[in-house]
């Protein structure tokens, strides 16, 4: 999978944190959530689901539906992944169509990550 | 190496099933002939013709032969077994782990194994003890399922005493078999859903699951797509690609999709199991096929998945720098 962007300036923090808790809100109606593991220096974004969302068999729909939209509008971000939310190809582009163009952003997935275990 | 990528063997056990080791009741020849028969199902066909006997007091170099010789094993680790239901000195014995660690110190690390209720909770706080200060052990197995006197991974006064023990020697990753239960061992001890609170309460170590905990397939999935200090070890599981690749295929689609790939170890269950060559070469040319792809969502199985399933993320578990452990290896090979 490629990032969102090629080229990109540094991630402000706080203002990626703020905008987890944004989701955080969203996702309460659920009892769950997502919290920030780490950001990359290439600006990938690694977080976690909490909550009932953790093990949840729907986070690759979570994922493509609502974190990465809302996470990649902040300037830096160039990829956003969680464990469990890693579909094939094909899944990816059906669920692309269903959620449209911003359901089409791809996901970072964790095998072709650089760097050691997040 | 397999087309370049390192090996690192989760589990080997240097065994005795010899009749020596076997104790003298029915129950217990019978429980020595169900371990054979797990082993030789997990075997190919032409092992069980024309390769060794199983059913002896394996030597260190007989192992290292099979996984380092004639499988392009790198490294491994070899795991105590402390099944005292049938066998004097357990299924595979301390001092033969061990063994075959002093013997090859560059590619084979020592688990030890100890349990509550064999000579009770202090008797295995000494051992995790002496197992881990003396002889060196990494790391710990549990096998809590027996014939008569299972206990509970989260029975705090059974069990959690030895994981504080372990912490408190400076062992962080504590391994179970669980599911696969020998012969007629009740199943239900053997789910791996009492580890649940373990990984709660102790969430700076990492709880390794075993046989994908099968049949309790389901739970070891929900496991560990929510702790993330629980690992699965895919031990004896990956044998089955030659015979059954279609399940594997399954298999290694949902736990790349719901667990997520750094989660997964490679274990060949040598010697029991067989050579892992054939098994290793099987899984390099395993692929999800795209009925899979597109019915389940299960994503393809990458080139760099299959080097952290087979080695990179054990060696991250046990602090081993791959690239420094290559380089010595290759240094020291004739």
Same mark, same amino acid.
């Given at each position: 999978?490629?990032?969102?962007?090629?080229?990109?300036?540094?991630?402000?923090?706080?203002?990626?944190? /703020?905008?987890?808790?944004?989701?955080?809100?969203?996702?309460?109606?659920?009892?769950? *959530?997502?919290?920030?593991?780490?950001?990359?220096?290439?600006?990938?974004?690694?977080? /976690?689901?909490?909550?009932?969302?953790?093990?949840?068999?729907?986070?690759?729909?979570?994922?493509? *539906?609502?974190?990465?939209?809302?996470?990649?509008?902040?300037?830096?971000?160039?990829?956003?992944?969680?464990?469990?939310?890693?579909?094939?190809?094909?899944?990816?582009? /059906?669920?692309?169509?269903?959620? *449209?163009?911003?359901?089409?952003?791809?996901?970072?997935?964790?095998?072709? /990550?650089?760097?050691?275990? *997040? | 190496?397999?087309?370049?990528?390192?090996?690192?063997?989760?589990?080997?056990?240097?065994?005795?099933?010899?009749? +020596?080791?076997?104790?003298?009741?029915?129950?217990?020849?019978?429980?020595?002939?169900?371990?054979?028969?797990?082993?030789?199902?997990?075997?190919?066909?032409?092992?069980?013709?024309?390769?060794?006997?199983?059913?002896?007091?394996?030597?260190? +170099?007989?192992?290292?032969?099979?996984?380092?010789?004639?499988?392009?094993?790198?490294?491994?680790?070899?795991?105590?077994?402390?099944?005292?239901?049938?066998?004097?000195?357990?299924?595979?014995?301390?001092?033969?782990?061990?063994?075959?660690?002093?013997?090859?110190?560059?590619?084979?690390?020592?688990?030890?194994?100890?349990?509550?209720?064999?000579?009770?909770?202090?008797?295995?706080?000494?051992?995790?003890?002496?197992?881990?200060? =003396?002889?060196?052990?990494?790391?710990?197995?549990?096998?809590?399922?027996?014939? +008569?006197?299972?206990? &509970?991974?989260?029975?705090?006064?059974?069990?959690?005493?030895?994981?504080?023990?372990?912490?408190?020697?400076?062992?962080?990753?504590?391994?179970?078999?669980?599911?696969?239960?020998?012969?007629?061992?009740?199943?239900?001890?053997?789910?791996?859903?009492?580890?649940?609170?373990?990984? &709660?309460?102790?969430?700076?170590?990492?709880?390794?699951?075993?046989?994908?905990?099968?049949?309790?397939?389901? !739970?070891?999935?929900?496991?560990?797509?929510?702790?993330?200090?629980?690992?699965?070890?895919?031990?004896?599981?990956?044998?089955?690609?030659?015979?059954?690749?279609?399940?594997?295929?399954?298999?290694?689609?949902?736990?790349?999709?719901?667990?997520?790939?750094?989660?997964?170890?490679?274990?060949?269950?040598?010697?029991?199991?067989?050579?892992?060559?054939?098994?290793?070469?099987?899984?390099?040319?395993?692929?999800?096929?795209?009925?899979?792809?597109?019915?389940?969502?299960?994503?393809?199985?990458?080139? !760099? =998945?299959? +080097?952290?399933?087979?080695?990179?993320?054990?060696?991250?578990?046990?602090?081993?720098?791959?690239?420094?452990?290559?380089? !010595?290896?290759?240094?020291?090979?004739?």
């Amino acid at each position: 999978m490629t990032a969102l962007r090629a080229a990109a300036p540094p991630v402000d923090r706080a203002v990626l944190e /703020r905008r987890i808790d944004d989701v955080c809100r969203l996702m309460s109606a659920h009892a769950g *959530g997502i919290e920030l593991v780490e950001v990359s220096a290439t600006g990938a974004v690694r977080v /976690r689901f909490t909550g009932m969302c953790v093990g949840c068999v729907l986070r690759p729909l979570t994922m493509r *539906g609502t974190v990465v939209p809302a996470l990649s509008e902040i300037p830096g971000v160039t990829a956003v992944d969680a464990d469990g939310t890693r579909i094939s190809e094909e899944a990816a582009a /059906r669920l692309a169509g269903y959620l *449209g163009a911003q359901g089409a952003l791809p996901v970072l997935e964790p095998a072709t /990550r650089s760097g050691g275990r *997040g | 190496m397999i087309d370049d990528i390192f090996i690192f063997d989760c589990v080997i056990h240097v065994y005795d099933l010899s009749a +020596e080791n076997t104790i003298p009741r029915p129950e217990a020849e019978a429980g020595r002939q169900s371990m054979l028969a797990i082993g030789g199902s997990l075997r190919w066909p032409g092992y069980q013709a024309d390769g060794p006997r199983f059913d002896k007091r394996w030597t260190v +170099e007989e192992i290292y032969d099979m996984v380092f010789v004639k499988a392009p094993t790198d490294m491994a680790m070899a795991q105590v077994v402390p099944i005292f239901d049938w066998f004097e000195d357990f299924f595979a014995p301390v001092a033969a782990q061990h063994a075959m660690a002093q013997r090859y110190p560059d590619r084979v690390l020592f688990c030890g194994g100890a349990d509550p209720v064999y000579r009770g909770v202090d008797e295995a706080l000494h051992q995790i003890e002496y197992q881990i200060r =003396d002889l060196g052990a990494c790391s710990m197995k549990f096998y809590n399922g027996h014939t +008569e006197r299972s206990w &509970r991974c989260d029975d705090e006064q059974l069990a959690y005493p030895m994981y504080e023990r372990c912490r408190e020697l400076g062992v962080n990753v504590v391994q179970f078999h669980k599911g696969l239960p020998f012969g007629l061992q009740p199943l239900a001890p053997l789910s791996p859903l009492d580890l649940e609170r373990p990984a &709660r309460d102790f969430p700076d170590m990492t709880f390794i699951v075993h046989h994908l905990a099968e049949p309790f397939f389901e !739970e070891a999935i929900s496991l560990a797509s929510r702790f993330p200090n629980v690992y699965l070890a895919l031990s004896g599981n990956l044998n089955l690609a030659p015979i059954a690749p279609r399940l594997v295929q399954e298999r290694l689609g949902r736990l790349l999709m719901q667990v997520g790939v750094d989660k997964l170890l490679w274990g060949s269950e040598a010697a029991l199991a067989g050579g892992p060559a054939p098994y290793l070469r099987a899984f390099m040319d395993l692929e999800i096929p795209e009925d899979l792809r597109s019915g389940y969502g299960y994503p393809q199985v990458t080139r !760099e =998945d299959k +080097e952290r399933i087979l080695g990179r993320n054990f060696a991250e578990l046990m602090g081993i720098d791959l690239d420094a452990k290559r380089a !010595e290896l290759s240094s020291a090979a004739p």
